[in-house]
Nanobody, 124 residues
Framework: QVQLVESGGGLVRAGGSLELSCAGSGRTFSTYAMGWFRQAPGKEREFVATISWSGGITYYADSVKGRFTISRDNAKNTVYLRMNSLKPEDTAVYYC?????????????????WGQGTQVTVSS
């Protein structure tokens, strides 16, 4: 099992940027793909971005493509989500998660371990 702790959330104006971090524990962190999901009030959790175990392959939801960048540093057991050109509709609790596979995964059932989430609020 991998324990995950997100940080970096906050309040930002539309057009601004934030970078989320997710620190993981456990020796197997680097062997799994990682993902970011988000859940807005009254809505279901949705996929945001995923990255392969090596960092060489990434996938994004259409809604964030070109604005968000996922990356990872396996030496630090950390995955990042850089969010630029933020919009009010990006407001949500953001969760990082560890996949059950080494290749990118976009479905929540493909993830075993989840962080507690970090709030991102974008004002208009």
């Amino acid at each position: 099992q991998v324990q995950l702790v997100e940080s970096g959330g906050g309040l930002v104006r539309a057009g601004g940027s934030l970078e989320l971090s997710c620190a993981g524990s456990g020796r197997t962190f680097s062997t799994y793909a990682m993902g970011w999901f988000r859940q807005a009030p009254g809505k279901e959790r949705e996929f945001v971005a995923t990255i392969s175990w090596s960092g060489g392959i990434t996938y994004y939801a259409d809604s964030v493509k070109g604005r968000f960048t996922i990356s990872r540093d396996n030496a630090k057991n950390t995955v990042y989500l850089r969010m630029n050109s933020l919009k009010p509709e990006d407001t949500a609790v953001y969760y990082c998660a560890r996949s059950t596979r080494s290749t990118p995964a976009a479905r929540s059932y493909e993830y075993d371990d989840w962080g507690q989430g970090t709030q991102v609020t974008v004002s208009s």
